[in-house]
């Protein structure tokens, strides 16, 4: 059953929601969200670092004790319009110190200034430097959640084709991966999802892309060929419009023979996991994260990584 927390949450966070306008000027919903990220303060012993990779501004999240860690590498959501490393700092930090990673967290270039593929142009370019430092691919798992799961699934898709090694590990949260908005869900859940309408799709997806490239694989992974990819865990609320968008691509990944674990959470809603710290569920989902991350990587030099989180 869902907590007490939670329905304090949903009910606020759903009446922020009901305000915003898919209409809305982008400049100004950037700099709203921006604001409340610079409110949130990030995981207890977890240092924030600016960097420039390939003339991108990044950050880094480095726990105490894990300098040398293997590396997060997270692509924030945001729809491809808004989301920063400011909004998403404190979410990635308590991942990074959960699972005994670094994060490395980019800013890629946002439509409407700079549409498809752009965002994917720059999230490959910084993996790729990554590399070039000197990186093990072994040693690094890529994750993003709503729009920064259908980057990371581009972006996959792009270094796979290209013959690039990639991360040992995926982690996907409530990923947008049909701008074609032809998931069951849309109609499913438009009653039940708190923040989302279905019919707001179309204006988001126009600042983005062409109407043209919606199936695009590139634009929505769920129409791609997800072979060789690496393990993935997808985390999903049953309430999201955006649900047969996670349904569909495990599946999809199931079908060519990858490993793939899909959590659905009931009653939960898009990216439950960024109120860390305010209720249990999102607790939990990151506990499974790190759980996922740890088993996919060589935690061996991590004392750090082998204990049970809490949040701060």
Not at 78 to 96: C, D, N
Not at 114 to 136: M, N, Q, W
Request: with cysteine; glycine share 6%; aromatic share 8%.
């Amino acid at each position: 059953m869902i907590s007490f927390r939670a329905r304090i949450v949903r009910f606020m966070t759903r009446q922020y929601f009901k305000r915003i306008s898919p209409y809305a000027d982008v400049q100004k919903k950037r700099a709203a969200w921006n604001k409340l990220g610079d409110k949130s303060r990030v995981a207890k012993s977890v240092h924030v670092r600016q960097a420039t990779i390939e003339g991108i501004n990044c950050e880094w999240l480095v726990p105490e004790g894990c300098e040398g860690a293997p590396v997060l590498y997270y692509l924030h959501g945001g729809a491809y319009l808004m989301g920063s490393t400011q909004t998403h700092r404190r979410m990635v930090s308590h991942i990074a110190r959960a699972s005994g990673t670094r994060a490395l967290v980019p800013n890629y270039r946002l439509a409407p200034e700079h549409r498809f593929p752009a965002a994917i142009e720059d999230s490959t370019a910084v993996y790729r430097s990554l590399l070039e430092a000197g990186t093990d691919p072994a040693a690094i798992v890529i994750a993003g959640d709503s729009a920064g799961g259908n980057l990371t699934m581009a972006t996959l898709l792009v270094l796979r084709d290209a013959g690039d090694p990639l991360p040992t590990a995926v982690c996907l949260m409530s990923p947008w991966l049909d701008l074609a908005a032809e998931g069951e869900s849309m109609d499913s859940r438009a009653k039940h999802d708190p923040w989302f309408r279905p019919e707001d799709i179309p204006e988001i997806v126009e600042k983005y892309c062409s109407k043209y490239d919606t199936k695009n694989p590139l634009v929505s992974p769920v129409y791609a060929d997800p072979s060789n990819l690496p393990p993935t865990l997808i985390q999903v609320g049953d309430h999201e419009i955006l649900l047969s968008d996670s349904t569909r691509m495990a599946d999809k990944i199931s079908e060519v023979g990858g490993s793939v674990t899909l959590q659905i959470w009931p009653d939960m809603w898009h990216v439950f996991q960024l109120f860390v710290g305010l209720m249990p569920e999102s607790k939990r989902a990151i506990n499974d994260i790190s759980t996922f991350l740890k088993q996919h990587l060589n935690q061996k030099q991590h004392s750090a990584a082998d204990h049970t989180y809490e949040a701060a």
